[in-house]
């Protein structure tokens, strides 16, 4: 019981403290170096290391330790990939198994290279809105904007905003308003620096090469 009260008092004095609005104002930023090259932050980190072992099978570890940024995607991403292969093949065989060995090489040579743009593109160099169209290093064009956020309350001085990853679709980029937000990916966390590039991690919800099931 009077752990309880302890408890009580704690959380009254700490909104208290904070009932005016103080929670929302800014402490800084952390600390963004991660003290290792790309790979080896991949291979540490529970939510990209399947990322590290794709990137080791397609035999690019120098592409993603170079001097450029790297769009990752999350093991999250890697297995709605694998879910929506499996899905696919068990349409004709409902005992077929589907896992990362199951994709095929030239597959990942192929579009890995879609999450790498040559030189360092970090969050305060993005343009806003319509972003600006990058060459990724497989050849494909990318679009990174730094949008703000449509869902804002007013709780802060200005309009929080957002990194975002978008596909080309066809030959040419639709006109700006008509993009589809299936195509852009939101930044889940931006601006982290290893010693040879920079990374911004890809929100879970996306699917590994943008891939879309067949009808």
């Given at each position: 019981m009077?752990?309880?009260?302890?408890i009580?008092?704690?959380?009254v004095?700490?909104?208290s403290c904070?009932k005016?609005?103080n929670?929302?104002t800014?402490?800084?930023?952390s600390?963004?170096?991660?003290?290792?090259?790309?790979m080896?932050f991949?291979?540490?980190?529970?939510q990209?290391d399947?990322l590290?072992?794709?990137?080791?099978?397609a035999?690019?570890?120098?592409?993603?330790?170079g001097n450029n940024?790297?769009?990752?995607?999350?093991n999250?991403s890697i297995r709605?990939?694998?879910?929506?292969r499996?899905?696919e093949?068990?349409?004709?065989?409902?005992?077929?198994e589907y896992?990362?060995?199951?994709i095929p090489?030239?597959?990942l040579t192929k579009y890995?290279?879609?999450?790498?743009i040559?030189?360092?593109?970090?969050?305060?160099d993005?343009?806003k809105e319509?972003?600006?169209?990058?060459?990724?290093v497989n050849?494909?064009?990318r679009?990174?904007?730094?949008?703000?956020?449509?869902?804002y309350?007013?709780?802060?001085?200005s309009?929080p905003?957002?990194v975002?990853?978008?596909?080309?679709?066809?030959d040419?980029?639709?006109k700006?308003d008509?993009?589809k937000?299936d195509?852009?990916?939101?930044v889940?966390t931006s601006?982290l620096?290893?010693?040879?590039?920079?990374i911004?991690v890809l929100?879970?919800?996306?699917?590994?090469?943008n891939?879309?099931?067949s009808?």
């Amino acid at each position: 019981m009077k752990n309880i009260v302890i408890i009580l008092i704690t959380v009254v004095v700490l909104y208290s403290c904070d009932k005016d609005g103080n929670y929302l104002t800014d402490g800084g930023l952390s600390n963004p170096e991660v003290g290792t090259t790309t790979m080896e932050f991949f291979k540490s980190h529970e939510q990209l290391d399947t990322l590290a072992l794709l990137i080791e099978r397609a035999g690019m570890i120098d592409e993603f330790n170079g001097n450029n940024t790297v769009f990752a995607p999350n093991n999250l991403s890697i297995r709605n990939f694998l879910n929506s292969r499996l899905e696919e093949l068990r349409r004709s065989d409902p005992q077929a198994e589907y896992s990362i060995n199951d994709i095929p090489l030239d597959t990942l040579t192929k579009y890995m290279g879609g999450y790498i743009i040559s030189g360092k593109i970090k969050r305060e160099d993005m343009k806003k809105e319509q972003g600006k169209i990058y060459t990724a290093v497989n050849g494909e064009e990318r679009r990174i904007s730094l949008e703000p956020t449509a869902n804002y309350g007013g709780e802060l001085d200005s309009r929080p905003e957002y990194v975002y990853f978008t596909y080309k679709q066809g030959d040419d980029w639709d006109k700006w308003d008509d993009i589809k937000d299936d195509n852009k990916v939101v930044v889940k966390t931006s601006n982290l620096i290893s010693t040879n590039g920079v990374i911004h991690v890809l929100q879970g919800g996306h699917t590994l090469f943008n891939y879309k099931k067949s009808k």
